[in-house]
């Protein structure tokens, strides 16, 4: 579908005579499939789904352009449709455009112009299409997500909100201090909830609507950058982690979607930690190899269980009901690669804990 | 209910806080034999499934719509297909935050249902709910 191609088109005619004209005059313009009956149309229109254009014959033996056209509407409805034919066959012809079969038709005997700027005009209307289904693939999504969204507003955001006012209504007739500081700690809990789904909810949209900015990154200022913060929660909570980075070439990317990637990833891998497990632990390693950045995220917590691991990247999903996760940290990330285009991988043992594996290839120097 | 004079409760909610609350309001109306709390539905499942029944108290469950890994309404199914004689020991209200009319509507297609209660969960409503 790219502009910068050659346009392909596909001519049907039973007159080999026709079709070898045909393909020597346009041959340099655009990528040209002959055929000589509609069977071997119809493989060429399954083995090269890039034919944009089709012009066939009215008057063939077995089926006129007409029928071959009605046929295949269905198979295939995107490359457009135009037939070539003479005055005598105008009265089908025109009910044939009128239900929509064909684009345009083109009077025999045709000129080298009248093809060219029907090629190019059937193109151009091909392309237009093409984006307007892509566009529309789009607003299908992001009304999905907007669904998807009001509803775990009412769920993420009204939850926290509802159990602090039946903790508030509840506080008043508490006496008993220690019972009362217990539910302050909880009511602490459900507001950094809230907070959370806030900040991710800014993640999702960044990472939406913003631009990516590819610059060079030296992986060791990223990662103690981020590391800052998960060493004192790591000594807190008695998780050791350690981190390698092995960058011997510049690596080129969007620095904000790989902080962003690493930080969930940390976050997940310190926070569904077992409670009561000696030596728990959290690895990093990040490592250029070939053109590639390979992030490996490498813990010994809960682990995903099976049935849950096909899902943690969907929107609002959540595998477990241990901490306060949104359900939108793993969708960010997976957005984040497909934006890159990296991939991610999680293998991970239930009580015996979860590896992510992502892979983002750099950008060449320089480029947008 | 009138009929018991002590009630066991369960309360189901993935949220600490709001099975901290559900218990205090429940000890609060005096009417309480004992109370559970389950932070996942699929434990709470397993411990009504293996309890013996008791013919003296009545047990009402408190379950929540939107949990992970077992939601409110999966919950409810799974203990519709116990077996008889335990499901008669139960009454089950639906408790969610959630104001959304499909899951408003879902909760009359479970008979084991008996209402649906808007979160949160004050000693009036549940004092309301047992007289």
Known sequence: MSTGRKIQVLYIDDEQNNLNGFKATFRFDYTIFIASDTVKACEYLRDFPEISVILCDQRMPEKTGVQFFEEIRVEFPNPVRMLITGYTDIESVIDAVNRGHIFRYIKKPWTDSDIRSAIEEANKFFLTNALLVAKNKELTSAYAELGKFAYSITHDVRGPLLSIIGALDLAKGMDDLTELRELLGLMSDAVTKLDEYIKNTHEYYKLKRGQLLFSEIDLNVLLSDIAALFKIAGRNNNIQFTSNVIQNKPFYSDEISIKMILNNLLSNAFNYQRKNAKEKYVDVVMEVVENDLVITVKDNGIGIHENHINNIFDMFYRATSEETGSGLGLYNVKDALNRLEGTIEVQSVIDKGTTFTVTIPGKSHGAV | ?131
């Open chain 2, 1 to 131: 209910m009138a009929q018991y004079n002590k009630l066991n409760f369960i309360v189901i909610d993935d949220s600490k806080l709001d099975c901290f609350i559900a218990e205090k309001i429940i000890k609060n109306t005096g009417k309480c034999e004992s109370v559970m709390s389950f932070l996942q539905a699929k434990d709470a499942l397993q411990f009504i499934s293996s309890a013996t029944p008791d013919d003296l108290t009545h047990t009402i469950i408190l379950v929540d719509i939107q949990m992970p890994v077992m939601n409110g309404f999966e919950f409810v199914e799974a203990f519709e297909s116990l077996p008889g004689s335990v499901v008669n020991n139960y009454t089950i209200y639906v408790i969610s935050s959630s104001i959304n009319e499909n899951d408003l509507h879902k909760v009359h297609n479970y008979k084991s249902v008996k209402q649906f209660l808007n979160k949160p969960l004050t000693s009036n409503n549940l004092s309301l709910l047992l007289s």
